[in-house]
């Protein structure tokens, strides 16, 4: 693809995964307001993943998933979609109860987590600089949340909790796909499947009384602009997906991850503008902070990588006239 082309596709690509994120993000914050119902808007964003997303797998030609076995599925497969459940309960839980800008601030300690996890159950070590990077993150969520004027308890632990979900999620389902070679669109189906058979009974058990209330009126009419608003989050939650998906693969990494960061910079002064919760000063300058040093943290990450990609290519350098020749 020429390289005009090609920037052509990436500015549209970004420019719709902003205007669907932020405008999806209103959307719930409005819904969730009014009616309190987050499992009812998770289980809609799983239900609708599990209807689109197959015509989108057919149309892509992506090929089979392998055979799991029963096993697989109890420790490894039913676990990672319990996070799923957890991470958008959670996520949806946050939304309703602070501000669209202050959860998607708490969402910049995603390195952070990701980071602490590894180091615990992989692991896997760190250099100093990765470290570094990590300060201004908890620095600037520190401040956001201390100048927060909506400030809700409830609503800052499941900000937090939803983003260990997501990072324990990213990180085990990373390993399934290397592990197994599954397509990334086709560990998503299952995944999403498997939450579906959690969320429906903890629907039932939280949600589907009050929804059914708020549904149907007193002449026994279905509330449609209820509905319509709920099919249209379900919408535009699938196409953010696809989207994102796209993303990762016609980009490198690290242009990815500083497209996303840029993301959650749209969507927290959308919603400002939209919603019109109140700030100060400070409280933007911890939020800009905070992401800021998820900026700083893809780019050491990406370099880091990188470096590790190129250091092979020295294993067998031999000395040929005082030189340092690669073969």
């Known amino acids: 693809m020429p390289d005009r082309e ?3 596709r ?15 993000n209103v959307i719930n914050k409005k819904f969730l307001s009014a009616h309190s119902l987050p499992v009812t808007l998770s ?6 993943i599990a209807l689109y997303l197959p015509i989108v797998i057919g149309i892509l030609v992506v090929p089979a998933s392998p055979v799991f076995s029963s096993m697989y599925y109890l420790r490894v497969l039913m676990p990672l979609s319990l996070g799923k459940l957890l991470a958008s309960v959670t996520a949806h839980v946050s939304i309703w109860k602070v501000p669209v800008s202050y959860a998607h601030t ?4 995603m390195p952070l987590f990701i980071v602490a ?12 600089k990765i470290y570094l990077t990590l300060l201004p993150i908890v620095g600037g969520v520190v401040v956001a949340t201390v100048t927060e004027l909506s400030f809700d308890f409830a609503g800052m632990i499941s900000a937090v909790c939803s983003t260990l979900f997501m990072a324990l999620q990213t990180i085990y389902s990373k390993k399934v796909l290397e ?3 599954i397509h990334q669109l086709r560990l998503l189906l299952i995944l999403t499947r498997l939450t579906l058979l959690s969320l ?7 949600d589907s009384s009050k929804f059914f209330t708020t549904v149907w009126s007193n002449e026994g009419y279905a509330n449609s602009p209820l509905l319509v608003v709920l099919a249209i989050s379900g919408l535009l939650n699938f196409s953010q997906n696809v989207i994102a998906f796209t993303m990762l693969s016609t980009v490198s990494s690290l242009s990815y991850s500083i497209a996303s960061s840029m993301k959650r910079i749209v969507v927290i002064c959308v919603s400002l503008l939209m919603l019109h919760n109140p700030v ?21 990450k990406s370099d880091l990588n990188q470096q590790r990609i190129e250091l092979p290519r020295y294993s067998s350098d031999k000395l040929i006239n005082g030189r340092l020749t690669a073969v």
């Open 179 to 181: 592990d197994t070679g």
């Open 117 to 128: 996890l590894t180091r615990c159950l992989l692991k896997e070590k760190h250099p100093l």
């Open 200 to 206: 429906i009974p903890a629907w039932v058990y939280t």
């Open 6 to 8: 090609r920037t052509v």
């Open 106 to 109: 708490v969402k910049a300690l």
């Open 43 to 48: 289980l809609v964003h799983m239900l609708s």
């Open 10 to 24: 990436v500015l549209a690509l970004c420019t719709a995964w902003y205007a669907i994120s932020s405008t999806q």
């Open 280 to 300: 100060t000063p400070i409280n933007m300058m911890g939020m800009t902070v905070a992401v800021t040093g998820v900026l700083v943290y893809n780019k050491v």
